[in-house]
């Protein structure tokens, strides 16, 4: 009886690799490392892309627990890229950026009317590499390792996974900036109260709304 085939995954690489700016660079889906476990993300305005890697995400992972985001997620290299992505900004949202970012937060905006939440690859190298070919929308696979997330599927639907050892622990903070007070949606690695200090230490007082639950 002749073998089975054998089904190539995706090579577990370095974040400076240039397979990783290559695949991000022509609209492949690569594995990030993320605060809390791992994501997939691919090039936003890719024709299909935000599709591609939902769809992608919410496959059987062999294993890799499936972190939900309630809403489309995006990464980019800095403050200016969520102001190219929001529908509005303002000084609350530039001031928590500076004084949080880089750390486990992502703010939630509105895109074209819909909310989005917005973060920060992890990592300086891949900071760097998300400003020369971001934004990036992802979506979350949850706590793992690189080498679950280059097992849990094929290297011709995931380019290559970045090596970010074992993830695990608590997401990224989520903050909402559409409502005034800006409020805590999700309490995760970066702790509310250390928000509420970083902003009252600039004098923009009565910012913080505390927490709301999930929509």
């Not at 303002?90 to 909310?115: K, N, S």
């Not at 992890?122 to 979350?140: F, I, K, N, V, Y």
């Not at 690189?146 to 989520?174: E, Q």
């Not at 559409?178 to 910012?207: F, K």
Request: hydrophobic share 45%; proline share 8%; with cysteine.
């Amino acid at each position: 009886m002749a073998d089975a085939a054998v089904v190539a995954v995706p090579p577990v690489v370095r974040p400076g690799a240039p397979a990783v700016a290559q695949a991000l660079g022509t609209g492949a889906v690569v594995g990030l490392p993320a605060v809390g476990g791992y994501c997939l993300a691919v090039r936003a305005g890719t024709p299909g892309a935000e599709d591609r890697v939902e769809a992608l995400a919410r496959q059987p992972t062999g294993g890799i627990g499936r972190a939900a985001d309630d809403w489309p997620r995006y990464l980019v290299a800095d403050a200016e890229g969520v102001g190219a992505l929001a529908d509005e900004g303002g000084d609350e949202l530039m001031a928590l950026l500076a004084r949080c970012w880089p750390g486990p937060l992502e703010v939630a905006v509105r895109r074209d009317g819909v909310l989005i939440t917005v973060g920060q690859p992890d990592g300086r190298a891949l900071r760097r590499l998300c400003r020369d070919c971001g934004p990036w929308r992802a979506a979350s696979l949850g706590p793992a390792a690189a080498s679950d997330v280059a097992a849990a599927y094929r290297a011709v639907d995931v380019a290559c996974v970045v090596d970010g050892g074992a993830r695990g622990g608590a997401p990224a903070t989520v903050v909402d900036v559409t409502v005034t007070p800006l409020c805590v949606v999700r309490q995760g690695a970066l702790p509310a109260s250390y928000i509420e200090a970083a902003m009252l230490m600039g004098n923009r007082r009565r910012w913080f709304g505390g927490r709301r639950k999930h929509p």
